[in-house]
């Protein structure tokens, strides 16, 4: 089953901040947050484990709340380079990593 | 260090035919997963292979079908094309695949239209 993401879609003026959540039926183990640009492939920015820890990459960071089996991703003091589609992955256990359906961001001038 | 390669980039089919996707893992990965990408339904996942073994499979019908070598290699084939098949077709490696913390490289993708 997979995560629902929220919002499906946010613009954003440069220099503002953005919440991108993911919301989980089924306890998770693990999320993965990836990044995908037009036409190329999703790139990874950072991978949450069971635990509640919060990690941060530059000006984005996420939180993972296992009680809630929910994640955020915050992305604070926007560039235009942020800009595109954003994808959390879920794994439980051994399982597959099954990705939602994905949030874009626009990011204007 | 070569990231993930999938070839070709770019399919152009017609309903009935099948086709063969390629997947070339980053060196030392062992796991390689495949993912349909269409608009609006974000990364379906296909199935995961594992030195060789089908490990995991998604909920797609018995026409896709994979494979991997003793190289790690994979690849993808789905007969009886139909229009839906159109998609973006991704393949991602890793170390190991079943690790909480084992992290997923996706290649480019292989873009299938089918006529």
């Known amino acids: 089953q997979q995560p629902v993401q929220s919002p499906q879609a946010v613009i954003l003026r440069e220099g503002e901040d953005a919440v991108i959540n993911c919301s989980s039926s089924?306890?998770?183990?693990?999320v993965h947050w990836y990044r995908q640009k037009h036409g190329e492939a999703p790139v990874f920015l950072m991978i949450?484990?069971?635990?509640?820890e919060q990690k941060g990459h530059d000006k984005i960071s996420a939180s993972f709340n296992e009680k809630k089996q929910q994640s955020s991703l915050y992305l604070t003091a926007s560039q235009l380079s942020y800009s595109g589609t954003y994808f959390c992955?879920?794994?439980?256990?051994?399982?597959?990593?099954?990705f939602g359906k994905g949030t874009r961001l626009h990011i204007l001038p | 260090k070569a990231g993930v390669t999938q070839t070709p980039r770019y399919l152009i089919k017609t309903r009935g035919q099948q086709v063969t996707l390629s997947c070339s893992p980053i060196?030392?990965?062992?796991?390689v997963s495949w993912y349909q990408q269409t608009p609006g339904q974000g990364l379906q996942f296909l199935f995961e292979?594992?030195?060789?073994?089908?490990?995991n499979k998604g909920n797609f019908p018995g026409r896709f079908s994979g494979r991997q070598f003793s190289n790690s290699r994979s690849e993808m084939n789905v007969s009886t094309l139909e229009l839906g098949d159109s998609a973006l077709y991704l393949c991602?490696?890793?170390?190991?695949?079943?690790?909480?913390?084992?992290?997923?490289?996706f290649g480019a993708g292989t873009r299938l239209s089918v006529l």
């Open positions: 991602a490696s890793s170390f190991k695949g079943q690790a909480p913390g084992d992290i997923q490289y």
């Open positions: 089924k306890a998770l183990y693990s």
């Open positions: 949450l484990l069971k635990g509640g």
């Open positions: 992955g879920v794994k439980r256990g051994d399982d597959k990593i099954i």
């Open positions: 060196s030392g990965h062992r796991s």
């Open positions: 292979y594992f030195s060789e073994t089908q490990r």
